[in-house]
Every structure is written in structure tokens, then in C-alpha cells.
Antibody, heavy 121, light 111 residues
Framework: QVQLQESGPGLVKPSETLSLTCAVSGYSISSGYYWGWIRQPPGKGLEWIGSIYHSGSTYYNPSLKSRVTISVDTSKNQFSLKLSSVTAADTAVYYC??????????????WGQGTLVTVSS | QSVLTQPPSASGTPGQRVTISCSGSSSNIGSNTVNWYQQLPGTAPKLLIYSNNQRPSGVPDRFSGSKSGTSASLAISGLQSEDEADYYCAAWDDSLNGLYVFGTGTKVTVL
């Protein structure tokens, strides 16, 4: 069974960089699939942040692209998110998930439990 | 930033059929398949329907999806109390360099 677990600081100061890691178990990232980050501000809807392939190829949400970096570490079977220059608007539950991608079909089939990151001084 | 539009709420009594609509455009629903996620209170989203009308293993067959043109629908037949949740449609959007877009979300209430 594929499992994903987010980890990282729950509190980040404004203007600093938010850093999260997603540890994957039950599946080797090197074997394929894209992997992604999604966030959900309190009481609001879901927003895709970006996705990465095991080779390092990335797709980013254009609205966040200038501030986002997603990387993968196949030796540790994990991938990471960095979001720079954060503001209160970046306060959200951050989820990592596995993305199935094939010929016009894209969907997240396995999700982490999510981690709340609050941006506040 | 949601480009897929859903009604904010839907409701029904146990046993009823509830339908949720999802309206998009030619660059997303019109070009790619639609997925639906169920989010129970305080939990992570769960894949409910993929590729317009396919159910992952373990999803009851009272959940069904369909797509026509640039719109899609999720139907819940035989509504149960445990179906009370938020539901999101989603699809890949081919505009710009490509991005994954979610719907605005629909809160389903079981009366």
C-alpha cells in the first residue's frame, strides 16, 4: 500500500521560505509516476501547487511559479516543496500526493494526511 | 483561482439521488478527463471517480460520473449519511504550460 507523509515546520514567518518534505513508502519514486503538492487554505478549496517526475521534470502552477521549487530525492524516496516569500495568504493545509498521468488523464490517487502551515510573526 | 465551477451546496434525504455539476472550458474538461474527489470533514481528499466515470477499488457503485463537452457531473444514488462531505471535480488544463485545476467544491448535506 502506497503511503505518503508530509513533514516540516508548522509555523513560518512572513517573507521567509516554507519547506516541506513528503516521505513515500510502499512504492519506489524511481519506478515512475509524477508526485505533487496541493494546498487548502482554512475553509477554502483545493489548489494545485506543482508536480515532479522522478527524473526531476516539473510542472508548476503559473500563479505560484515564481516562488515554488519542487525537488525529488530518490535515494531517500521523498520529494520536497519550497515556497519563498510567504505571506498570510500561504497559510493552508499542504498535501502531497501521487499523480497518475497518461494521455489526457491526470488524477491524484494516493494522498498524505496533510500538514497545516501557518504564516505568522 | 478555480476555473471549474460547481454549485456551493447540494442536499438530499437518505436514499435520494443527488447530482453535482462541474462546468469548465475547452482547455480543461473539453480536452482531458474529469476526476472527482471526496473530502470528509477534517480529512484528506480521496479519489472517488477518475477518467470521467471510473471508480477506484473500494468506491461504492452508487457513485457515478459522466462528462459531456465542457461539463461533467457526479451522481450519488441511494444517498447515505456517510456521504456528507465536500466534493471537488478536477482536470488537467492545457492552457499556458499546463496545470491541474480543481473545482470550487460542493458541500453535500444529508438531511
Amino acid at each position: 500500500q502506497v503511503q505518503l507523509q508530509e513533514s516540516g515546520p508548522g509555523l513560518v514567518k512572513p517573507s521567509e521560505t516554507l519547506s516541506l518534505t513528503c516521505a513515500v513508502s510502499g512504492y519506489s519514486i524511481s519506478s515512475g509516476y509524477y508526485w505533487g503538492w496541493i494546498r487548502q487554505p482554512p475553509g477554502k478549496g483545493l489548489e494545485w501547487i506543482g508536480s515532479i517526475y522522478h527524473s526531476g521534470s516539473t510542472y508548476y502552477n503559473p500563479s505560484l511559479k515564481s516562488r515554488v521549487t519542487i525537488s525529488v530525492d530518490t535515494s531517500k524516496n521523498q520529494f520536497s516543496l519550497k515556497l519563498s516569500s510567504v505571506t498570510a495568504a500561504d497559510t493552508a493545509v499542504y498535501y502531497c500526493a501521487r499523480l497518475v498521468r497518461a494521455s489526457g488523464t491526470y488524477y491524484f490517487d494516493y494522498w498524505g494526511q496533510g500538514t497545516l502551515v501557518t504564516v505568522s510573526s | 483561482q478555480s476555473v471549474l465551477t460547481q454549485p456551493p451546496s447540494a442536499s438530499g434525504t437518505p436514499g435520494q439521488r443527488v447530482t453535482i455539476s462541474c462546468s469548465g472550458s475547452s482547455s480543461n474538461i473539453g480536452s482531458n478527463t474529469v476526476n472527482w474527489y471526496q473530502q470528509l470533514p477534517g480529512t484528506a481528499p480521496k479519489l472517488l471517480i477518475y477518467s470521467n466515470n471510473q471508480r477506484p477499488s473500494g468506491v461504492p457503485d452508487r457513485f457515478s460520473g459522466s462528462k459531456s463537452g465542457t461539463s461533467a457531473s457526479l451522481a450519488i444514488s441511494g444517498l447515505q449519511s456517510e456521504d456528507e462531505a465536500d466534493y471537488y471535480c478536477a482536470a488537467w488544463d492545457d492552457s499556458l504550460n499546463g496545470l491541474y485545476v480543481f473545482g470550487t467544491g460542493t458541500k453535500v448535506t444529508v438531511l
